[in-house]
């Protein structure tokens, strides 16, 4: 009897924590649920649950409809929420550099490997209490979409709806910026509040706006970021298994978007059947737009954040 209640005792005290309970965390996305900029992340969500049974449980509860877009950055810091898909624009309040994560663009994983991913995880620590755990849509650029005709590329006049992406580049073309959250783009134009807005190559039929748009400014510019955040003391309260299948799980998603060159192009065509006229000045005036939005993108991030600024930008090599 004895000794088999010690070889009870035994397997209990060095069995291996099969056991361990299933950890939950809690998601949001700052973009509407399954359009472009949520979908990668709603893949992610899948794949974790998948493979993760047992061991890590994301609960996705939704998008701006549960929590308005330019909150979700101060919910991941205050452990409101676990886990967000969010871009940096829409947390620029707590962390001005975010905004030149735009400025960024890098092949599929470079930036791991070049030391921009440490740098960007440590103010994110440090600034929104968060570990960066992806970077989704790496390569995926934005337009200034218009429904008023210009004949060179000047904005004056014009009221442009607005992220922080945009701002910048928009009042040194001489228009006038207007903050909204992707939810409010539809209306703005509908009822003519504003004359265009900065937006993706990607996903504006998502939403209708193919409806109430007219041109597509040319070039494309800066880089579409849009972050999987976890928050630090959730990140910290895992245990080592659960953080390989959330950072494999999330360089499997940074992956999704490498070849993304085709997407554009067909992207860009179907606008074209739907109406949208591109705005394309030549060359010339494409080289010169794209040095002024790096610069201007720059300056403005530089002069909120000197030191973080500068260190970003020879990260960027740009
Ligand atoms: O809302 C926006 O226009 C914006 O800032 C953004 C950023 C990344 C992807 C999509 C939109």
Do not use: C
């Not at 030149?100 to 663009?105: I, N, P, Q």
């Not at 298994?241 to 490498?258: F, P, S, V, Y």
């Amino acid at each position: 009897m004895r000794r088999i209640a010690l070889a009870g005792i035994a397997a209990v005290l060095f069995a291996p924590p099969v056991s361990a309970q299933e950890t939950t965390l809690r998601a949001v996305t700052a973009f509407a649920e399954g359009t472009q900029f949520s979908r990668h992340f709603e893949r992610f969500i899948e794949k974790v649950n998948a493979d993760g049974k047992g061991l890590i449980k994301i609960n996705y509860v939704g998008g701006p409809r549960t929590m308005p877009p330019f909150e979700v950055g101060n919910a991941v810091r205050t452990r409101v929420v676990d886990l967000a898909n969010v871009t940096g624009a829409f947390y620029t309040n707590l962390m001005p550099e975010a905004d030149a994560f735009k400025l960024m663009a890098k092949p599929t994983g470079k930036y791991r490997q070049d030391g921009s991913w440490e740098y960007i995880n440590q103010l994110h620590n440090q600034k929104l209490n968060a570990w960066f755990l992806a970077r989704q849509f790496n390569n995926v650029p934005f337009h200034i979409y218009l429904n008023r005709k210009i004949d060179k590329i000047d904005l004056t006049g014009l009221k442009i709806r607005v992220t922080p992406i945009y701002k910048d580049v928009v009042e040194a073309y001489g228009g006038t910026p207007i903050t909204t959250a992707p939810g409010e783009v539809y209306t703005a134009l509908e009822r003519g509040v504003v004359d265009g807005y900065g937006w993706p190559v990607l996903g504006i039929f998502d939403l209708g706006w193919d409806k109430v748009t007219k041109f597509r400014l040319e070039p494309a510019f800066y880089a579409a970021d849009v972050n999987i955040l976890v928050n630090l003391d959730a990140w910290k309260g895992l245990n080592d298994a659960q953080r390989k299948l959330l950072t494999d799980t999330a360089i499997w998603i940074e992956n999704a978007d490498a070849d993304v060159v085709p997407v554009i192009q067909s992207e860009r065509e179907r606008q074209a059947k739907a109406g949208i006229q591109a705005l394309d000045f030549g060359p010339a005036a494409s080289k010169a737009f794209l040095e002024r939005a790096a610069n201007v993108g720059w300056e403005s991030v530089i002069k909120r954040s000197p030191e973080a600024g500068a260190k970003l930008r020879k990260l960027a090599g740009n």
